[in-house]
């Protein structure tokens, strides 16, 4: 790769240098000449560039940076966390829809909830059962 880089940065040195000859040549009827000498050295430096770098070494680097492309993470944890963050918001979008105030927390083993008043237990406890499946949860009332 760097053989790469420092074949580009000889193109661009040697066109900077044919584009400082090029407005400093005064104008007159040799101008084509020099313009066209100018662009022969660029193409047969830039060539002689291309012929002496190392494409295996280049193929393979970029090959590698393939395989390593290709490398797929594993988001497993992301996922099941979201999941789990999800079903909390979709408990307390529940509980509030049926004008329950809760906090809703996550737990190792399941979910916590919080209710605001202790006679709301029965009806989150129903709405639980009945919306929750495969959810392990504790509700808990304000004292």
């Not at 291309?50 to 590698?64: I, K, P």
């Not at 909830?113 to 006679?119: D, E, G, N, Q, T």
Request: charged share 20%.
């Amino acid at each position: 790769m760097t053989s790469l880089r420092h074949w580009a940065l000889g193109c661009c040195v040697l066109c900077a240098l044919a584009g400082m000859i090029r407005t400093f040549w005064p104008d007159h009827a040799f101008k084509p000449v020099i313009n066209l000498v100018l662009t022969l050295y660029i193409l047969t430096s830039v060539l002689h560039g291309a012929a002496g770098a190392d494409w295996q070494g280049f193929a393979a680097e970029l090959r590698s940076w393939a395989d390593r492309s290709l490398e797929a993470e594993d988001y497993s944890s992301y996922g099941v966390e979201l999941e789990r963050q999800q079903s909390a918001k979709a408990i307390q979008d529940l509980l509030r829809q049926s004008g329950i105030e809760s906090v809703v927390q996550q737990e190792e083993n399941g979910y916590r909830i919080h209710l605001a008043y202790p006679a709301d237990r029965e009806q989150a406890e129903e709405l639980l059962e009945r919306y929750g499946e495969g959810l392990s949860w504790t509700v808990e009332t304000a004292q």
